[in-house]
């Protein structure tokens, strides 16, 4: 168990109150001592001539909750802020209760998002004290062990990473296993902890690698010194094996751990290394090779990080990309701006004369010059040879921000001084811009005009012309960290300190505001070169981007703390992001191999693909069925008659839609809808039960079958006459036509038949122990498999007199099962959330997952060379399968990290030569 191995004592609570209630905190401590509770507070905490910062950080890291004493003083508390911000940093679980009504008062975000314990006006204390133990006691097990894995990892930390200090063997394996399993319960794991196993098990993985080259030598000299005895070559050879199978098992396992601690970066890595010892293994049969192939895959269809970029010793606070993409300049608190091509080879190192931090940096629009600006107040212009050309003065404090105008001709900067001044680039002052009533964090010109807008720390947004001529002030909720105009100049972004990412037009008007709000301030946000996506990123360390519309597209974690900067590269496909943990990071925030689309407000029950023209059609619980382009673009929205959607199928002519659902709750009336496939009603074409359970094509087009809870499998023609009736007997949840159009099959609760429908003869039944709730004929017609409640999956060849079953198929019930066109495999989706795909006899070939809910329906496209899954997370998501092969997924893999591997000055040198062997990528 994971409590043996974190064997740290923890107190139950930490609490942070302002002075002024220490009354209230006194008699709630006292509270706490009567029921056996343990807390951290200053009054006996913090020893005579301590480091009392110090300490306080040691008692939040020592407590499972952080307690919030709410009232008007302690909400204007720097020293309380300043705990509540620590608690945040590593993931403390925040308990916020009232002692003192806050009307009025400005409550941070992360506090005001949680429901308060409320200690005034009606509430007796004895019943908000009883509320109170219960949120403590809340997933206590999980919470005692994120404390003590986080003290065990700041520990390793303090000690400068010191593999001494690191996690191995049987207890690296319970922690890594309880991880697994508890990934979805909060606090979330920290960066810091994430590290910290990640790490563990790379050195555990060296230590086995040493481990075996050890054997090997023992090994070796035995062998040569005993060489006419030859049992001891096969022991020898049997022990090899086992080492390498130990070897291959414990890299899936880390790669598997790295996936859960959200690290995709670490697990493709790691996984590559399983297979790369997999391909040199070919005596490994059976699950192992199945269960390797699918661990690099699954990195692969999550991997959004590209590079990491490490060099500079400070905070790095700007980044951006040269305007031909092919380089890029990070500005950090070490004084330096460091050039690099993407692929992370460093190509130059400027030094500000001055010595002092740098904030920001900026390419000219020719690529020839570079500015930045920092902490002695100074703009610093080089040329590309790196030689200072330049030096502008003029600002009384830090300068935040540097942009060069569209033309190149001006330069724009923003101080903490409250200004704004614009310089021509030979350093001749134009202008200064006043009216900020606080530091000026941002300034960005009009890409299509002679204005620029500011935002700063007096929560305002400023639009001005560039002679200094003020023509709007925009009031926000909050200070503002940075803004920017779309490429087209019609529209601003502004982050600010609460977390959210708002649009204004120029004028002034509040044009919409961006969800989800981050846990905590956001830094930075841009628009990509064609104004249809925006990025942000901040305290949470995780960067977002959006489409224009307010639809998030991605989060991508990995830094580990502060994001203080983002920029889209010229061509929109790749973002960098700069931070305080010392790194400037490479993203492809559009997945290579996987697409999804968002856009449907609840669970997904069904989807089909057009054969004839692509295009996809999903039906959902929110009432609608979308039609999306084969890009995944939607097309069109249909309002179904039903209250939700529970199944939809395309003919195979692509001339037609159908859908089946219940018409609204209180009439319970099942129906079958029709639509032509660009989505012209034609109506409703059925009444069956109390709802439409299932629908399905004949393969001719002409007819369709739909399957309800009366137990009723019903064929009718597209005007809706009723042409031939089965009976399951039994709610139905699945039907299907065979591709020949000899046989149907319905399955439903514990009920499985085949009919021959030429005479309605039955061929098959089968009463199963469990709910069949999906199937699906191979194109031969001679096999079906469909999918079982209880966690199976069943195989029937039609010439055998009873069907076969995959044992624990999935970790939960599976939903959805088809064949691929070809035959040669099939696709099965579950309560698990994971995508299995399987050779046609059974054999596991993948396991891949990216989904948050379960996948309640699948369909492969027409050439097989996808797969479309819809799931209750609301997304369906387009699978390309043409990577699944392990030659391909070692080769991409090692495309993917070359440049890391190769110029990172942190991987170790055995890891450059890692792919040395391997074929390049052939797209």
Partial sequence: ??????????????????????????????????????????????????????????????????????????????????????????????????????????????????????????????????????????????????????????????????????????????????????????????????????TSRVAETRRQKRDMRNQRIALGSAIVALAVVSALGLLAEIRRREAIFQEITALNYASTASLALKNPFESLQQGLRANLQLQKSKWIKGSLRAETLSELAQAVYRVQEHNILEGHSNWVYGVEFSPDGKLLASASLDGTVKVWQPDGRLVNTLQGPGGGGLVDVSFSPDGQTLAAGGADTKIYLWNMAGELVKTLQGHENWVYSVRFSPDGQQIASASIDKTVRIWRQDGTPLATLTGHTGPVTSVSFNPVNNTLVSGGLDSTIRVWQANGTLLKTIETEDGIFDVTFTPDGMAIAAVSQDGTVTLWSPEGNLLSKLQPVANGELSSVKFSPDGQFIVAAGEDRIVRVWQRDGTLVTSLPGHQDYINYVAFSPDGTWIASASDDLSVRLWQWDNTWIEQLKGHRKGINGVAINPQTGQITSGSQDGTLKLWSPQGQVVKTLKANSVWVDGVAVSPDGRWIAAVGQESEASQVGLVQLWSATGESRGVISRQGQWGGTVSFSPDSQSIASASDDGLIQIRGLDGQIQQTFELGANALAVGFSPDGQFLAAGGDSALKVWHLAGAKLLHAYESPANVNGLSFSPDSQNLVFANSDRTIGLWSLNEPAPRFLEKSHDGEVYAVQFSPDGRQFASGGQDNMLRLWSSDGEAIATIGSHEASIKTLQFSADGSKVITGSEDNTLIIWDLNILNPEKLVSWSCDWLTGYLQNNPNVPDSDRTLCQRVAPWKP
């Fill in 1 to 198: 168990m994971a409590d043996n191995v974190l064997k740290i004592n923890s107190l139950d609570v930490f609490v942070s109150y302002s002075r002024r209630d220490k009354e209230f905190v006194k008699i709630l401590t006292n509270r706490l001592e009567n029921a056996t509770r343990t807390y951290w507070i200053d009054w006996q905490d913090i020893l005579p001539l301590s480091e009392w910062r110090q300490d306080i950080r040691q008692g939040i890291l020592d407590s499972n909750n952080f307690l919030f004493v709410m009232s008007p003083a302690s909400l204007v508390s720097k020293e309380c802020l300043k705990e509540l911000d620590y608690a945040i940093s590593v993931n403390k679980r925040l308990i916020p209760i009232l002692c003192q009504k806050t009307s009025g008062c400005k409550v941070p975000p992360p506090l005001a998002d949680i429901n308060w314990i409320s200690f005034v006006g009606d509430n007796s204390f004895e019943q908000s004290f009883q509320e109170l133990l219960l949120a403590f006691d809340r997933d206590l097990d999980y919470v005692k062990a994120h404390t003590r894995l986080l003290k065990l990892a700041d520990e390793w930390n303090s000690q400068q990473r010191d593999d001494s200090f690191l996690l191995r063997g049987s207890n690296l394996e319970s922690i890594e296993t309880w991880l697994y399993q508890k990934s979805n319960l909060s606090p979330a794991l920290t960066q810091l902890q994430r590290d910290f196993v990640a």
